[in-house]
């Protein structure tokens, strides 16, 4: 396993596809992510009335930052968080009456905080279920701005959307955050957000935008971290290399610290401006690291674990109970199937070493849960999976690709 193409970053293409259909002219994307959760984003655009082109290796945006131009719309998001969470605010910026709706998956995940801070800004939002949750309709008649304070604690991509709203605002927006989890791919919108024309200051726990609007660019998709965390992963454990290009040290992608992690487990980790290569050593160490920051590979170092010389304890994870399922409990309840030791508390997992044993792994349907149990998988033949295709929603290549890149 040597250099390891990665598809383009779900968290970066869903903001890119928000911002230029938000920004004055058309965009170019370049390698953006094609899987279900971003094609299930560009349909909810197309819904809504904006123009997107999807063509291999390159997407066209043309912007509207007038907002939508359909005067209704009824928009399906999918599972995707990202279109379930930004896709109401980019509509709500506009003028319309719009639905939106979700898997039975994404309904049962948290909205309250968003959707009472657009509240608080003045739109009309109701939901049609279950307070908090999809389905929910918006009456849009723009948003004037001003100040709101959000609780982040369980998910940053509700202080994104908030923040790709300013620009589109009237007079701006001002957001006061109490409890912020993920706050790298907070950094990742901040930049995105400038090379569109925005200009998001930060003062501590203070994020104020200005209503600048957004100009239309070529952007360039960089390789998702979160997926790159496997094939790191898997080379840690195997003793092998992999080397991810375009994934170094401008990276904007705050997952990119799992390879820390790897070093601090005793992998060799370099990291370069070109990309960033993991080589096992044929060790692995136990640890206790705090994941708060990269959770969403908490279910990659949870599957690598049972093979670390000593207990590995994730901390600070409690947000993970509330993702496509209870990733937390999902990884403890996989890993006793295999036969390892495992302990859980509200916001941490304890792993202990041991042999794994094969087993069926059930996913949840979470593309992460699959992907993360292919690891174990390299060392333990004969585990399987009860969903193995979920992996759809950000690599829908992923089999074929793992096949491949482990080939001697």
Known sequence: MTVIDIPGSKSVTARALFLAAAAEGTTTLVRPLASDDTEGFAEGLA?????VERAPGAWRVRGRPAGPAAASADVYCRDGATTARFLPVLAAAGHGDFRFDASAQMRRRPLAPLAEALRTLGVDLRHEGAEGHHPLRIAARGVKGGAVTLDAGQSSQYLTALLMLGPLTAEGLSVTVTDLVSEPYVG??????????????RAGDVFTVPPTGYRATTYAVEPDASTASYFFAAAALTGREATVPGLGTGALQGDLGFVDVLRRMGADVAVTPDGTTVRGTGRLHGLTVNMRDISDTM????????????????????NTRVKECDRLEVCAGNLRRLGITVTTGPDHIEIHPGTPRPAEIITHGDHRIVMSFAVTGLRTP???FDDPGCVRKTFPGFHAHWENALRP
Request: hydrophobic content about 50%.
């Open 299 to 318: 279910p990659t170092l949870a599957a690598l674990a049972p093979y670390a010389d000593g207990p590995v304890r994730i901390e600070d994870v409690a």
């Open 47 to 51: 819904a809504l009335g904006y123009e």
């Open 188 to 201: 990742i919108t901040l930049a995105m957000m400038r090379s569109f024309g925005a200009r998001p200051t």
């Open 382 to 384: 004969g585990i399987s």
